[in-house]
Every structure is written in C-alpha cells, then in structure tokens.
C-alpha cells in the first residue's frame, strides 16, 4: 500500500472538474485518505515547490497556485504514486496521451489541472506539508 498527494490546481477548481478527477482516481482502485479545499499565499505556494526555486518558471507557478482555491488529497492504493501520474499525463498537455486528465482539460503546461507526487520521498514531504497523521486515514 503506498500514499501520494495529489492536487487539483485553481484551474480545475475554476473548471468545475474537482469531482471528475477525483472520480478518476477513485475508479483506478485508488481510495481517498484525506482530502481539503484550501487556498494558498505565494509563501505557501514557493514552499510546496522550493524544488523548483532556481527554474524560471518558479515565480509564475508559484502565482498561479495561489490565484485561487485548490483541492490537496492522499491517495492511497498500490502503486499509487505511478498509477496518479499515469492517469494526469504528461506535465505539458501537448504531449499528454489521449484519455488522461491533463489531455482532456489542460490549457498548458502551467495551467495543467492537477499535481502528483513524482516518488516515494516526495510524496512522504508533501503529505506532510498539508496534512498532520491525524488527518489521513489508515
Ligand atoms: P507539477 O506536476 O505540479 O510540478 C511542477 C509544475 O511546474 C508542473 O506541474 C507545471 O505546472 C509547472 N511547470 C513545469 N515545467 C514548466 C515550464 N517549462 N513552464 C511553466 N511551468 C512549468
């Protein structure tokens, strides 16, 4: 049994498309351990991805994910982290497979709906940077 954090970005939240891609997930085998609506601060934001601190990009995705409110979630399954990224698709829509989330509702490759967890000690920090171990289930 494995954890990953997914989030459903402002776009999707904008989209109406919250439920869509949680039933996505929930129809992959994956089960939802803990979930929330919340809205982040830049500051929020540049921490969840201080990875990403030294790529140009950083400033505008960090704006981005606090433009409006986001769904943050634990799944929970076998394989969860590869089975949540397989069912996003790529990070850059353009290049997404046909029947994947970023495919059927991303505008780009900023904008692209939905985050997961991309390996284990990842996953482990962004569960954590939400969620308290009271919060999800077991
Ligand atoms: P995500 O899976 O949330 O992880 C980091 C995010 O940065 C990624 O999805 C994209 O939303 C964003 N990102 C990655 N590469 C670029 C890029 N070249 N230009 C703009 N945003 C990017």
Redesign the pocket.
């Known amino acids: 049994m494995e954890r990953t954090l997914s989030i459903v970005k402002p776009d999707g939240v904008r989209k109406n498309v919250v439920g869509e891609v949680i039933g996505r997930f929930e129809k992959s085998g994956l089960n939802v351990a803990a979930l929330k609506l919340i809205s982040l601060s830049k500051e929020e934001a540049e921490g969840f991805?201080a990875v990403?601190k030294a790529r140009p990009?950083f400033g505008?995705?960090t704006e981005f994910m606090s433009s409006g409110p986001v769904a943050v979630m634990v799944l929970t399954g076998d394989g969860a982290i590869k089975k949540v990224r397989d069912i996003m698709g790529a990070?850059d829509p353009k290049n997404a497979a046909p029947g994947t989330i970023r495919k059927d509702f991303a505008d780009s490759?900023?904008s692209?709906i939905v985050?997961?967890s991309d390996g284990p000690d990842t996953a482990a920090f962004e569960i954590g940077y939400f969620f308290s171990a009271l919060e999800i289930l077991r």
Do not use: A, K, M, P
């Open positions: 991805y990403h990009f505008s995705l990070t490759i900023e692209n985050h997961g």
